[in-house]
């Protein structure tokens, strides 16, 4: 049941470059939500907090609203929620190429791509409606503040507090930022995620199985320690041991870091009447994967330059020292990364 080192290796590095996208993408939402802040802050400033005509309050509120529902619709239409689905399948066609020494592998269809934004579920919900909850969470969360301020005779800088947080305690703004980035990188990661899972899916003549590695950065939930090095089937099915059901798959949970490699087919289930290469001479079979590979593993494998350039090289040198650890790393974002910048990067992997 072969399972190499070399494809867990590409496909945990695409795994990485998810994260760095991730990062980016969060870094772009925050911007968004900064010029949220100042807007309502700026309008907050100037509004007179003593006024008891309601009809005043509600006509300010409105007003709040239409800024921040304008700003959440640039903050989902930003997300590339398509590009991101393209990039990792033609990563993933990439990495069985590389490791594998296949040609002429399929993508998902032009349909699969076209319907991600809408179809893929986001901890089973479509994107639209998590980012309108975070939204109306964020209006309602103003208003509740606006009034309880202007019922306790606050100043409008107090009231202001309330929104952008003092002295250590978060103001609402705190919250949306915080809910934004789960959603972000959750977002990333499912997309990223089923597009693997559908391509694949569209490889079944090389590929007869998934199964999941989750500690890869050795700090995971219960749920996906359970499930490391669980197996399935292309109908989804346990297999070589397995009892766990498989469900809706990676990521299990908000802000999961685990991810799904294939278990490709032998020469005979392929057709081919020939006994597996031995390790010494088949330069893509490196070795079945442990179970419990990490990220930590992963990147002490890949050298100093790798380590670099995922992490940044002052946080990489930190790591190296003994002076953070993995989970600081992952937690800071590592070095972010673009679409454009992935997009590039695996054209350039594709041609080597």
């Known amino acids: ?16 470059d998810m994260l760095r996208l991730s990062a ?17 802050v700026d309008k907050l400033s100037d509004f007179n907090t003593s006024t008891e005509d309601k009809a005043r309050i509600t006509r300010f509120l409105d007003k709040m609203n239409n800024i ?6 640039e903050v989902e239409e930003q997300l590339d929620l398509s590009g991101i689905s393209t990039v990792a399948a033609q990563s993933s066609i990439s990495a069985l190429e590389i490791s594998l020494g296949l040609e002429g592998l399929k993508l998902p269809t032009s349909d699969y791509f076209k319907s991600v934004a809408s179809d893929v579920l986001i901890q089973g919900a479509p994107s639209a409606d998590w980012w309108r909850g975070q939204k109306l969470d964020l209006q309602n969360k103003f208003a509740q503040q606006l009034r309880l301020g202007m019922n306790a005779g606050e100043t409008n ?19 949306a930022r915080r809910n934004a980035a789960a959603l972000v990188q959750t977002s990333v990661q499912t997309v990223a995620n089923d597009a693997r899972r559908a391509t694949f899916d569209a490889n079944s003549d090389v590929i007869k199985g998934i199964r999941q590695v989750s500690t890869l950065d050795g700090h995971t939930t219960l749920t996906c320690v359970a499930y490391s090095g669980a197996e399935w089937n292309n109908e989804r099915e346990p297999i070589n041991g397995t009892t766990l059901k498989y469900g809706n798959g990676t ?22 009447d020939i006994d597996e ?3 010494s001479t088949r330069a893509s079979v490196d070795g079945q994967i442990a179970a419990k590979t990490t990220f930590d593993d992963f990147l002490r494998r890949k050298g100093v330059a790798y380590q670099n350039e995922v992490l940044g090289e002052g946080r990489a040198n930190l790591w190296r020292d003994g002076k953070i650890t993995l989970r600081d790393l992952v937690t800071g974002d590592g070095n972010p990364l673009t679409l454009d910048q992935l997009r590039a990067k695996v054209a350039k992997r594709k041609r080597k």
């Open 277 to 279: 290469a031995p390790e």
């Open 68 to 73: 921040i529902d304008a700003g959440y619709n």
């Open 157 to 175: 800088q107090q009231i202001i507090s309330r929104i952008i947080g003092r002295n250590g305690v978060p103001g609402v703004m705190e919250t």
């Open 24 to 40: 980016q993408e969060r870094i772009d939402v925050f911007k968004k939500l900064r010029e949220i802040e100042a807007e309502l």
């Open 1 to 16: 049941m072969p399972v190499y080192q070399s494809l867990i290796d590409e496909i945990v590095s695409d795994a990485l």
């Open 251 to 272: 990521p299990r949970h908000w802000n999961c870091r685990s991810v799904e490699v294939p278990i490709t087919k032998t020469f005979r289930e392929m057709g081919i």
